[in-house]
């Protein structure tokens, strides 16, 4: 779905949440509530998997940063802190966190928020990731993700390679 059929969706309510994603309260603005800030990122590594999800979480924060005006329409930036996170980037070995998703299956791989334009946004925002014995590569790719859910995108929008419903 293009961005702004997809706006058009939401905006009408005629949008459920996705797959992978959660709805938030509409809040009243039509500005992303994250547009043009610095945001704050905790990343928890509350499962097995033997891959670095720091170095993981930064190339992930890293191409956000600098594709978010392209792909989600406005400037963002991240920085890794433990304290009063923004954003929580939790790597988990089971999907469980994501149960009250639609569409959930054991085979999801990761959820977040799909937060929208005059979105009231809770503190901290978790985006789940299933990393577990995962291939770094794919964890990434789960990571980049979720939080391009959380930068308003959904399964149909650019970039198709991460922004897919398909693993």
Not at 7 to 22: K, N, V, Y
Not at 36 to 54: F, K, Y
Not at 93 to 100: A, F, G, K, L
Request: proline share 6%; hydrophobic share 40%; glycine share 8%.
């Amino acid at each position: 779905m293009e961005r702004r059929q997809f706006l058009t969706a939401a905006g009408t309510g005629s949008l459920g949440a996705l797959g992978g994603c959660t709805a938030l309260v509409p809040g009243g603005s039509d500005r992303h509530p994250f547009a043009g800030s610095t945001l704050s990122v905790r990343v928890e590594d509350q499962g097995s998997t033997a891959h670095d999800v720091e170095a993981i979480s930064r190339e992930t924060l890293d191409f956000w940063a600098a594709e978010s005006s392209q792909y989600a329409g406005f400037e963002i930036d991240f920085e890794i802190s433990e304290s009063e996170p923004d954003i929580v980037l939790a790597y988990v070995d089971t999907p469980e966190q994501c149960s009250d998703v639609e569409n959930y299956s054991s085979d999801v791989l990761g959820c977040a928020p799909l937060l929208e334009a005059g979105t009231r946004v809770p503190k901290p925002v978790t985006a789940v990731v299933v990393a577990a014995d995962r291939p770094v590569g794919s964890i990434r790719t789960t990571a980049q993700h979720e939080i391009g859910h959380v930068l308003w995108l959904g399964h149909d929008d650019a970039p198709l390679e991460i922004m897919s419903n398909l693993p």
